[in-house]
C-alpha cells in the first residue's frame, strides 16, 4: 500500500519522541535520588533536562507535521496527473473550482460527481473530489474512485491521510506522542 512508507516514517520519529521521553524519566529519576545535589541544584538540572527534551519532542512533532504535509501534496500531484486533463483551458478549471466550493452537503457532491463523469469533466471531477476530501465525504471519493480505478489508490489514500491529519482521535494521538509533563 502507498502509505506503509510513510506510516512508517510516522512510527520512527514516534519511537524517537518516546525514547526522548524515556530518556527525560530515566534522567529525573537519577536526579531525584542523587544526594549530591541540592532542591535547588535538582530542579535546574531537570528544568534543563525537560526543556531539552521538548525542544527535540517540537522538533520532531515539525517533522511529523511535514510529512503528512508532504505526503498530501504527493497524493494530490499524483492524483490530477492520474485524472489528467490538458490544463488548456484555465477558465474551466478556474470555474470547476468554483462550482465545487459551492457544494455543501454530501448529496450535492455525489450528483454532482456523477455528472461530471458522465460527461468526463475530469476537471470538475478533480475539483469535487478536492472538496469532498476537504469536507470527508467519503461517498463522493468513494464515487469517483469506482469511475477512474487508476485514481482510486490515491483517492483512498488521500482520504485516509487526511483523516489521520484532521480527526480528532488522531490529533489527540499526535499531541501526546510529542509531549511531556511538567511534573
Known sequence: MALDQFSNEVNALREAASAQIRLFQNDREAVKTNPNLSAA???????????SVK???AKLSQQEDAAIAKKLDSLEQSLHTRLGDSGADLIAIRDAEERADNL???EDAVRAIKRAIRSN???LAYAIIRRANEMGWTEAIDKAAEAYPSA???LRDIRDLTRFRDDINQVLSRQMSYYISDL
Open 41 to 51: 541544584g535538582k530542579k535546574q538540572v531537570l528544568d534543563e533536562s525537560r526543556a
Open 121 to 123: 469533466d475530469r476537471p
Open 104 to 106: 455543501h452537503e454530501q
Open 55 to 57: 525542544a527535540e519532542l
Open 152 to 154: 482510486g489508490e490515491a
